[in-house]
C-alpha cells in the first residue's frame, strides 16, 4: 500500500513540474518557503535552512562526481551545487560505493536526499520517493554519454524540500543548464580509439616529467595531475614543440609570456612547466571570486585565449542579463557563439579535453603509481 502512495505520489510531482511554464514554476516554488515555516519543525526543508546546509549522498558514478584532489566536479554534482546555492546553504556532498547505502541513508535521516541510478521499484520498496536528475532530459544525458538512470531520492514525496528540488531541475532542464552541463561532461569527448594511444603517451611521457610536474605544483598548491593533463593537451608532453603561431614547449608559452613568468628557454622541459604553472597559478588568482570547481574552467579558458579574451565574453554575458561568473552561462555563450568564432570553438575543445584526460589519469590506478 505504502509503495503505490509512493508511486502516486512521484508521478504526480513529476506531472505537476513537467507540465508548469517556467513563470509558474519559479513562483511555485518561491511560494514554498513560506509554507515551511508552518509546517513540521521536523521536515527536510527546515532542517536545511535552519543548519544553513544540504547533506547529499551519492553513488560514485563517472555522470555524478568526480573527485579531483580536494575539489570535485560532475554533471550530477554540479547541478546539486547550484541547488544548494539556490538555498543559499552549503552543500556537504559524500560518496559511497552503492545505492543501497545511499538509500539507507536517506530512509535513516543521514542524508537529506541521495543521487542515485537505483530503479523506482528499488527506491520505492524501501518506502522512499524520487524523481528524474533531469525531469526527464534523457537525450541530453544518452548522447554525451552519461547514464540516464540518475535520480534524486528522498524520505518524503510531501516535503518542501522534495518540491523545491524538483522545481528547481525542472526549471535547470527549461532554461538549458541540463543540456549545457551533460554537453560539458561528455563522456564522449575524446573518440574511444584514441585513448589507446593517449594512455601509451601519458605511459611513456609522463614519468620523465613527473619531478618538475610535482615540484612546480606543490610550488603553486596544485595538483600536478592537472598540471600534466593541461601540458598533454598543449604539445602531448612533447618539450620540442612548436605551433605554427610560435608558441613552443610543454606548455606552449607565447614568447610573450614566457619572459614574463622568468622563461628563458621555452623548450627546457622544467621551465615551461614553471612558466605554465606560474602563469596558470596567476589565472586562478584572476577568478578568485569564482567558486570551484568553476574557477578553474575559466582559469583554463583564460591560459588559452587571454583573460582579455575572457574579460569580454563576460560583459556581453552581463549585458545579457545574465551572472557572468556562472561556468554554465559562460560556457553556453561560447557554445552558441562557435561558428562566428573559432577561438571560442578551441576553448571548448581545450577546456573539455583537459577535464577528460584529468579523469583518465585520475581513474587508472597503473598512472597514478607513475
Same mark, same amino acid.
Request: hydrophobic share 35%.
Given at each position: 500500500?505504502?509503495?503505490?502512495?509512493?508511486?502516486?505520489?512521484?508521478?504526480?510531482?513529476?506531472?505537476?513540474?513537467?507540465?508548469?511554464?517556467?513563470?509558474?514554476?519559479?513562483? +511555485?516554488?518561491?511560494?514554498?518557503?513560506?509554507?515551511?515555516?508552518?509546517?513540521?519543525? &521536523?521536515?527536510?526543508?527546515?532542517?536545511?535552512?535552519?543548519?544553513?546546509?544540504?547533506?547529499?549522498?551519492?553513488?560514485?558514478?563517472?555522470?555524478?562526481?568526480?573527485?579531483?584532489?580536494?575539489?570535485?566536479?560532475?554533471?550530477?554534482?554540479?547541478?546539486?551545487?547550484?541547488?544548494?546555492?539556490?538555498?543559499?546553504?552549503?552543500?556537504?556532498?559524500?560518496?559511497?560505493? *552503492?545505492?543501497?547505502?545511499?538509500?539507507?541513508?536517506?530512509?535513516?535521516?543521514?542524508?537529506?536526499?541521495?543521487?542515485?541510478?537505483?530503479?523506482?521499484?528499488? /527506491?520505492?520498496?524501501?518506502?522512499?520517493?524520487?524523481?528524474?536528475?533531469?525531469? #526527464?532530459?534523457? &537525450?541530453?544525458?544518452?548522447?554525451?554519454?552519461?547514464?540516464?538512470?540518475?535520480?534524486?531520492?528522498?524520505?518524503?514525496? !510531501?516535503?518542501?524540500?522534495?518540491? &523545491?528540488?524538483? #522545481?528547481?531541475?525542472?526549471?535547470?532542464?527549461?532554461? #538549458?543548464?541540463?543540456?549545457?552541463?551533460?554537453?560539458?561532461?561528455?563522456?564522449? /569527448? /575524446?573518440?574511444? *580509439? !584514441?585513448?589507446?594511444?593517449?594512455? $601509451?603517451?601519458?605511459?611513456?611521457?609522463?614519468?620523465?616529467?613527473? =619531478?618538475?610536474?610535482?615540484? &612546480?605544483?606543490?610550488?603553486?598548491?596544485?595538483?600536478?595531475?592537472?598540471?600534466?593533463?593541461?601540458?598533454?593537451?598543449?604539445?602531448?608532453?612533447?618539450?620540442?614543440?612548436?605551433?605554427?603561431?610560435?608558441?613552443?614547449?610543454?606548455?606552449?608559452?607565447?614568447?610573450?609570456?614566457?619572459?614574463?613568468?622568468?622563461?628563458?628557454?621555452?623548450?627546457?622541459? =622544467?621551465? +615551461?612547466?614553471?612558466?605554465? =604553472?606560474?602563469?596558470? *597559478?596567476?589565472?586562478? +588568482?584572476?577568478?578568485?571570486?569564482?567558486?570551484?570547481? *568553476? $574557477?578553474?574552467?575559466? =582559469?583554463?579558458?583564460?591560459?588559452?585565449?587571454?583573460?582579455?579574451?575572457?574579460?569580454?565574453?563576460?560583459? $556581453?554575458?552581463?549585458?545579457?542579463?545574465? !551572472?557572468?561568473?556562472?561556468?554554465?552561462?559562460?560556457?553556453?555563450?561560447?557554445?552558441?557563439?562557435?561558428?562566428?568564432?573559432?577561438?571560442?570553438?578551441?576553448?571548448?575543445?581545450?577546456?573539455? $579535453?583537459?577535464?577528460?584526460?584529468?579523469?583518465?589519469?585520475?581513474?587508472?590506478?597503473?598512472?597514478?603509481?607513475?
Amino acid at each position: 500500500m505504502r509503495s503505490s502512495s509512493l508511486s502516486g505520489s512521484r508521478r504526480c510531482l513529476n506531472s505537476i513540474f513537467n507540465s508548469l511554464p517556467l513563470k509558474t514554476l519559479i513562483l +511555485s516554488t518561491a511560494l514554498i518557503p513560506f509554507y515551511s515555516i508552518n509546517a513540521s519543525k &521536523t521536515n527536510q526543508y527546515n532542517a536545511v535552512v535552519n543548519s544553513s546546509k544540504l547533506t547529499v549522498v551519492a553513488v560514485a558514478n563517472p555522470s555524478i562526481v568526480f573527485k579531483d584532489g580536494q575539489y570535485k566536479h560532475g554533471f550530477a554534482y554540479d547541478l546539486v551545487n547550484d541547488y544548494a546555492q539556490n538555498l543559499n546553504v552549503k552543500l556537504d556532498f559524500k560518496t559511497v560505493p *552503492d545505492n543501497a547505502t545511499a538509500l539507507k541513508m536517506v530512509a535513516q535521516g543521514q542524508a537529506n536526499f541521495a543521487i542515485t541510478t537505483a530503479t523506482m521499484q528499488t /527506491v520505492e520498496a524501501k518506502q522512499l520517493t524520487s524523481f528524474s536528475a533531469t525531469c #526527464g532530459d534523457f &537525450t541530453s544525458l544518452k548522447k554525451n554519454g552519461l547514464n540516464t538512470e540518475l535520480n534524486w531520492v528522498f524520505k518524503h514525496a !510531501d516535503d518542501p524540500l522534495t518540491a &523545491t528540488a524538483s #522545481g528547481f531541475v525542472c526549471q535547470s532542464k527549461q532554461n #538549458g543548464t541540463i543540456q549545457q552541463l551533460a554537453s560539458f561532461y561528455n563522456r564522449n /569527448v /575524446v573518440k574511444k *580509439d !584514441d585513448w589507446n594511444i593517449i594512455q $601509451r603517451d601519458l605511459s611513456n611521457r609522463m614519468p620523465i616529467y613527473q =619531478a618538475s610536474f610535482k615540484k &612546480t605544483a606543490q610550488q603553486y598548491n596544485l595538483d600536478w595531475h592537472f598540471l600534466a593533463a593541461m601540458g598533454y593537451q598543449e604539445s602531448y608532453l612533447k618539450p620540442d614543440s612548436v605551433s605554427p603561431t610560435g608558441v613552443r614547449g610543454i606548455m606552449m608559452l607565447t614568447n610573450q609570456t614566457a619572459k614574463a613568468m622568468g622563461v628563458s628557454n621555452r623548450t627546457d622541459p =622544467a621551465q +615551461s612547466i614553471q612558466g605554465g =604553472a606560474k602563469y596558470f *597559478d596567476m589565472m586562478l +588568482s584572476r577568478y578568485s571570486h569564482i567558486p570551484n570547481p *568553476d $574557477r578553474h574552467w575559466f =582559469a583554463l579558458v583564460a591560459y588559452n585565449m587571454g583573460p582579455g579574451a575572457v574579460d569580454g565574453v563576460q560583459k $556581453r554575458i552581463k549585458a545579457q542579463g545574465k !551572472d557572468p561568473n556562472n561556468w554554465i552561462n559562460f560556457y553556453e555563450y561560447l557554445t552558441r557563439n562557435q561558428a562566428q568564432n573559432g577561438r571560442y570553438k578551441q576553448a571548448i575543445h581545450y577546456v573539455t $579535453r583537459i577535464r577528460a584526460y584529468l579523469e583518465h589519469i585520475k581513474s587508472d590506478p597503473k598512472l597514478l603509481e607513475i
